[in-house]
């Protein structure tokens, strides 16, 4: 599969599509209106967009959207884009960055030694 990079709106786009498995384009438009303030031309756009881009298949006839990634997939490519600009692809730059500058309870921390104890 492609590589499909998203910005934040189209993100908005597929939670509702992740959420709800499938979504006429009317209703998305409905949805985003009410929480982002999107005129339907503007949410119209950003999922035409996305079929373009094949994160998102139409169905028709009610231009029906269905998800045709997975929000895990999703997350991979973009935490790995993530990781790429800021850290230099280093996982654990990131990690020692990140932990330097958070206050972790004790749960947090034997969490942590146990996911990284099933990595070993």
């Not at 990634?69 to 991979?76: G, L, P």
């Not at 500058?101 to 749960?107: F, I, V």
Request: net charge positive; aromatic share 8%.
């Amino acid at each position: 599969m492609k590589e499909i990079r998203m910005h934040e709106g189209e993100l908005n786009v597929m939670e509702l599509l992740w959420s709800n498995k499938v979504l006429a384009a009317k209703d998305i438009s409905k949805i985003i209106k009410e929480y982002i303030g999107w005129e339907k031309n503007t949410t119209y756009t950003v999922i035409k967009r996305l079929i373009d881009k094949g994160a998102v298949t139409r169905e028709d006839p009610g231009f029906i959207c269905r998800a045709s990634v997975s929000k895990r997939n999703i997350q991979e490519i973009e935490t790995k884009a993530l990781l790429d600009k800021l850290y230099n692809g280093s996982l654990s730059n990131f990690i020692s960055e990140y932990l330097m500058n958070q206050k972790l309870s004790r749960d947090d921390i034997m969490a942590l030694e146990y996911l990284l104890s099933q990595r070993k």
